[in-house]
C-alpha cells in the first residue's frame, strides 16, 4: 500500500486539477469557486440573521401583537388560558375552558 501524507494528496490534486482544466484555466476556476464560497457565506449569515431575529420575535410574540406578561410557571392548562383571555381584553371569570379556547380562537383569528 501506498503511504501519502497530506501534503502529497494536495500535490497530486494541484496536478490533477492541471491536467483536467489546464493551466490557463486555473485562474478562472479558482475564482468562481471563490465566487461561489463568497455567496454561500453571506447566504449563510443571511439565514442566521433572520432566524436570530425571528427567535427575538417569538419570546415578545410581536409577530401577532400579543405581550403576555410572565410571572412563572403556571401549574394548569386552565391558568394558561386565563393569562392569555386576560391579555387579549378576555373576562375568564365564569366561562368554561372550551369556551374560553373557542374566544380566544376567535380573537386571535381577527387579528
Given at each position: 500500500m501506498?503511504?501519502?501524507?497530506?501534503?502529497?494528496w494536495i500535490i497530486i490534486v494541484l496536478l490533477?486539477?492541471?491536467?483536467?482544466?489546464?493551466?490557463?484555466?486555473?485562474p478562472s476556476l479558482g475564482r468562481s469557486i471563490g465566487k461561489a464560497v463568497g455567496?454561500?457565506?453571506?447566504?449563510?449569515?443571511s439565514i442566521r440573521r433572520e432566524l436570530d431575529r425571528m427567535n427575538?420575535?417569538?419570546n415578545t410574540n410581536?409577530?401577532?401583537?400579543?405581550?403576555?406578561?410572565?410571572?412563572g410557571p403556571v401549574s394548569s392548562?386552565?391558568?394558561?388560558?386565563?393569562?392569555?383571555a386576560r391579555?387579549?381584553?378576555?373576562?375568564?371569570?365564569?366561562?368554561?375552558?372550551d369556551e374560553l379556547r373557542?374566544?380566544?380562537h376567535e380573537r386571535l383569528n381577527s387579528k
Open positions: 501506498i503511504n501519502i501524507g497530506g501534503s502529497e490533477f486539477l492541471i491536467l483536467i482544466v489546464g493551466s490557463k484555466h486555473l455567496e454561500y457565506e453571506r447566504a449563510r449569515a427575538a420575535n417569538t410581536t409577530s401577532i401583537g400579543l405581550t403576555i406578561p410572565i410571572k392548562e386552565r391558568e394558561k388560558l386565563e393569562a392569555v391579555a387579549l381584553g378576555i373576562d375568564p371569570n365564569g366561562v368554561s375552558d373557542r374566544l380566544l
